[in-house]
């Protein structure tokens, strides 16, 4: 009897306490809230929601990326919660980028001790200027000849090795670094934001663009192609000490705004960091062997086998050649619409085949992929060509006397001779993109030809300008020869 009576007593002790702590539940209901309670810009402040934390893919499950690269420059503080960071920079200001090694200890240890390739490029952050980068480009070199959009402060550097500024390639710089010394690289954008922007009545809105870092570690022909690692930020570039005036106003303008809506825009960052993105749709440094010069001994150049040098390739555009095939797999086809800038419709592509994206009529990959993706699509799918505007045909001078120095026993030259000539297309019809096309045909950089003659009328020399160019016929043949300037390393091209 003695354990029964001590059970009413232990449900009445259980039943007091559950009492207590429901009225304790209740007890701040009603209540307002005090100084020490939560708020949930509270939260948001919290590290967690950050940049340093944004800036990390989702689904990483608190993946540490092998590199990190810090642009020494503060964000702007008029940027959204949610929305990617935005940086101003000066034009032609040096800005310094840290080359940071995340790697954990035994993380890829085929690269420790050894050089990585970074290229760094300055590219559009709006699709419309991504669709016609290659124009963009060649306005901006046609108004500023001699200047470059992106390049490299050496003596301010730290660390790189082998750096590099391809004469043709305005956007792009690249170096070898290694991941285990201190490497600062320190760069200089030269183009503004507003010199790609429609002009209409003054105070236009610049367009930012991105930077980007992709880094490769070497293959087993000792070339840098493995891609490790890529990360971009967004930019924009005003004129030397706009990004000053452009930061302090933003910073006004925010002081100004009401506490709870400073709380929608994120604080301004010292530096900025590169956030994780995939890697430049482009096949490229293939080769890190300087490129061939002049041949001195027979005064011609090397014709090169192919489309020349990848040293001396021209601005990245969409390749002719890469047509989708039909015996491509999904994961070819991916590839073949990453390569050709279409990445936003992989997810909708993912088990399509080349067979099954081949046959897509121009409705469907209209409607599935809207008006003007879905045109480029279907063309590119076509593998349509743009007929060239002019189409030369070049041969060198010493080739042509090889060829005829076999003779019969009667002097004449051998029935069999013939010449070999060089295909050169012409858009722009201008004497820089016909030096650049010579000079990519040969193997040679644009700088080491000084200039184009055209021979004329009893042997005469005739500068060839842009209206000379113009006015050439339509498949024209010209047989090159070289003369060496007395004042330089350069030379001359005579088309006769």
């Known amino acids: 009897m003695a354990w029964a009576l001590k059970l009413p007593l232990t449900d009445e002790v259980i039943e007091s306490g559950l009492v207590q702590d429901f009225d304790a539940s209740l007890s701040g209901i009603g209540q307002e809230l005090g100084a020490g309670a939560y708020s949930m810009s509270d939260v948001l402040a919290l590290p967690i929601f950050k940049q340093e934390e944004s800036n990390l893919p989702p689904d990483t499950d608190n993946k540490i990326l092998p590199f990190q690269y810090v642009l020494c420059a503060s964000t702007s503080p008029a940027v959204k919660l949610h929305d990617e960071t935005l940086t101003y920079l000066n034009q032609g200001q040096s800005y310094e980028i840290r080359m ?115 880094t490769f570690k070497e293959n087993e022909n000792e070339e840098y192609t493995e891609h490790l690692h890529s990360a971009s930020c967004q930019v924009k570039v005003f004129k030397p000490k706009g990004a000053d005036r452009k930061q302090k106003t ?7 705004r ?61 390749q002719a050649a890469d047509n989708l095939l039909p015996t491509a797999t999904p994961q070819d086809a991916q590839q073949w619409l990453h390569r050709n800038r279409f990445s936003p419709f992989c997810r909708l592509f993912t088990n399509f085949s080349g067979a099954d994206l081949l046959k897509l009529t121009r409705e469907d990959v209209i409607q599935i992929c809207g008006p003007a993706d879905g045109i480029r699509l279907f063309n590119a799918l076509k593998g349509r060509v743009v007929r060239p505007r002019l189409t030369i045909y070049v041969c060198q001078e010493s080739q042509q006397a090889r060829e005829q120095q076999p003779k019969h026993e009667n002097g004449d030259a051998a029935a069999n001779t013939f010449f070999v000539y060089h295909a050169i297309y ?9 030096t650049e096309k010579i000079a990519q045909l040969f193997n040679i950089s ?23 160019i113009q006015n050439f016929q339509d498949e024209v043949c010209f047989v090159l020869d070289t003369m060496k300037d007395e004042t330089n390393d350069g030379y001359h091209i005579i088309l006769k």
């Open 100 to 214: 940071i090694d995340n790697r954990k200890i035994g993380e890829l240890p085929e690269i420790t001790g050894k050089m990585v390739k970074s290229i760094i490029r300055v590219v559009f952050h709006d699709r419309r200027l991504q669709y016609t980068e290659h124009q963009q480009l060649e306005g901006w070199r046609w108004n500023r000849p001699g200047d470059r959009i992106l390049d490299l402060d050496i003596p301010m550097s730290v660390g790189i090795i082998d750096p590099r500024a391809n004469p043709t390639q305005l956007n792009t710089v690249e170096f070898l670094w290694d991941p285990s010394k201190r490497t600062s690289v320190f760069i200089q954008v030269h183009c503004i934001s507003t010199e790609f922007t429609m002009r209409k009545h003054g105070g236009e809105k610049g367009v930012p663009f991105r930077i980007q870092i992709d």
């Open 426 to 434: 012409l858009e722009e019809l201008t004497a820089a993109e016909l």
């Open 258 to 318: 009401a506490p709870q809506e400073k709380e929608k825009y994120q604080p301004s960052y010292e530096t900025t960091i590169l956030t994780e993105c995939s890697p430049w749709p482009e096949v490229t440094y293939v080769n890190n062997s300087p490129s061939p010069g002049f041949n001195s001994t027979h005064n011609s150049f090397p014709v090169a086998e192919g489309n020349g040098s990848p040293n001396h390739q021209p601005e990245p555009v969409i």
């Open 446 to 468: 644009p700088r080491q030809i000084n200039q184009i003659f055209k021979q004329g009328p009893t042997g005469i020399h005739v500068l060839v300008s842009d209206e000379m």
């Open 250 to 256: 933003d910073r006004e303008k925010m002081e100004k």
